[in-house]
T-cell receptor, first 111, second 113 residues
Framework: DAKTTQPTSMDCAEGRAANLPCNHS???????VYWYRQIHSQGPQYIIH???NNETNEMASLIITEDRKSSTLILPHATLRDTAVYYC????????????FGAGTRLTVKP | NAGVTQTPKFQVLKTGQSMTLQCAQD?????MSWYRQDPGMGLRLIHY???????DQGEVPNGYNVSRSTTEDFPLRLLSAAPSQTSVYFC????????????FGPGTRLTVL
């Protein structure tokens, strides 16, 4: 699976959009981009995923560049409860259940 | 649905002791995994299963055994606990492979003295 690179930490003001970048320059054609988050010591929580097209759900939007080498997770109106570590993961459709988590980005939403 | 459940939530062991961490899911998911998370780090895959009776090793399998006798349960066994196995352990399940979301349990915090 392709390796991802994320900033170690980011701050965001409450009510503003949080834009979390992720580089995955070695991504291959059949690999998906996933985003999870982990609040404090809880289990990771799925946010969104995509292959080529931009995606939106009730939690966030995922913008994938045309060359698929990077993506951005957008939380449109960040709240204090969005403070968490956000993981960008690239995963293919090989025959295992392996999601390789890196260190992620620690997002702090400030009042 | 209860989702993915894990027991116990906390456990303290002495070096050399053995124990089993329990994981169960009620979503009829074929795929289940065990991860460990050390302080300040991301999750690392220990073992995984793509269905009942089928298991395979992940990134850090040494010192752990798994079995999958039913679709619902995927226990993780520590054969002889070591301080290096002090960690938080997460179990996850998903319906399928790529394109399918993994659902995580609440975790088991294990301390080995």
């Amino acid at each position: 699976d392709a390796k991802t690179t994320q900033p170690t930490s980011m701050d965001c003001a409450e009510g503003r959009a949080a834009n979390l970048p992720c580089n995955h320059s070695t991504i291959s054609g059949n690999e998906y981009v996933y985003w999870y988050r982990q609040i404090h010591s809880q289990g990771p929580q799925y946010i969104i995923h995509g292959l080529k097209n931009n995606e939106t759900n009730e939690m966030a939007s995922l913008i994938i560049t045309e060359d698929r080498k990077s993506s951005t997770l957008i939380l449109p109106h960040a709240t204090l409860r969005d403070t968490a570590v956000y993981y960008c993961i690239v995963r293919g459709n090989n025959n295992n259940n392996d999601m390789r988590f890196g260190a992620g980005t620690r997002l702090t939403v400030k009042p | 649905n209860a989702g993915v459940t894990q027991t116990p939530k906390f456990q303290v062991l002495k070096t050399g002791q053995s124990m089993t961490l329990q994981c169960a899911q009620d979503m009829n998911h074929e795929y289940m995994s065990w991860y460990r998370q050390d302080p300040g780090m991301g999750l690392r895959l220990i073992h995984y299963s793509v269905g009942a009776g089928i298991t395979d090793q992940g990134e850090v399998p040494n010192g752990y055994n798994v079995s999958r006798s039913t679709t619902e349960d995927f226990p993780l066994r520590l054969l002889s606990a070591a301080p290096s196995q002090t960690s938080v352990y997460f179990c996850a399940s998903s319906l399928g492979l790529a394109g399918d979301t993994q659902y995580f349990g609440p975790g088991t915090r294990l301390t080995v003295l």
